[in-house]
């Protein structure tokens, strides 16, 4: 039995499972998904498990840091890997930027980004990170992409930094220059819904109450969208598992994508040296998460559900024909 992804297609030596192929179906596929995965270039061992999920299993895109330690080898893995598809992972906290730090006095003091999502959003509200060089270093991370031969299919943040809607906007404008159609809106519909589903789960708990926390903002992110004449984000998945993910919570997922098209974030990789000195609280769960992309169950569930795998670049076709 062999797993690939080949023209987002996935095919069983049986041939009695087949994730549909667009141009080819005969009924319409209400249901697309993009299966991404983040913090692409942190560390060689995120870079070889989003490459294994890819390949193996599910998973259609990820999200590459413009400047983290292992970025220069996620790029010659996209380079080499076609099918793909590469957004940027806007980056505004715990990191160092692409700009020189002397034109980044607000934003990196010292050379480098504040350490966490909380300080860096304090500072914004209260005006004390300059929205120019905010700008100024975003812009210079797509360009770091672009220069590398890469054509950024999608536009994300780490820490979800860019929901906030001062930040959005620019992001918008950013994906209106470089043509870039997808950008997320990192906030899970239904947020109430999922609250109360996840009231007795710890680590979901929290995350169903940030999620809540964030629809003032995802409505204002969708309106900027507009603004800028692109397409509304797809529906978002993931945020209130991130890093709980258990195969029945991640089935079940599956099995309730909503119509239209929708992202799953998710955060693949293997944990090495590198990981255990950045600052992230996802280790072990990194490598359940390829296991739950690359299990032959997960494929026949994909098939069985007719899910349509997708790229962020496919998405605005995909829509047309729903």
Known sequence: MEFGISNYRVSLTNSKFRIPNSEFDVAPVMRALVVNG?????????????????TRGILTSASLFANA???DDAITMARRTTTLAVGCHLTLVDGCPVTEPAELASLAPGGRFRPTWTSFMRDAVFGRIRLAEIERELTAQVHRLVEAGLRPT???????VHAYPPVFAIVARLARQFGIQTVRVPCERQPFTLLWRNSLRVGA?????????LVPWAARDRVLLETQSLPPAPHFLGRVLTGVFTPAA??????????GTSELMMHPGYPDG?????????????????????????????SKANLRLMRPDRLVSAREHM
């Open 274 to 302: 590198a990981l255990s000195r950045v600052r992230t609280r996802l280790l072990q769960q990194r490598a359940a998460e390829i296991a739950l992309l690359t299990d032959p169950g997960t494929l026949e569930l994909v």
């Open 38 to 54: 983040d913090d692409f270039g942190l560390t060689p061992g995120i870079n070889a498990g989003v490459l294994e999920a890819h």
């Open 205 to 213: 708990r929290r995350q169903a109450i940030e999620n809540l926390a």
């Open 154 to 160: 999608h536009l994300d943040s780490h820490k979800h």
């Open 250 to 259: 991640f089935r079940d997922l599956l099995q309730s994508v909503p119509e």
């Open 69 to 71: 330690p292992a970025t």
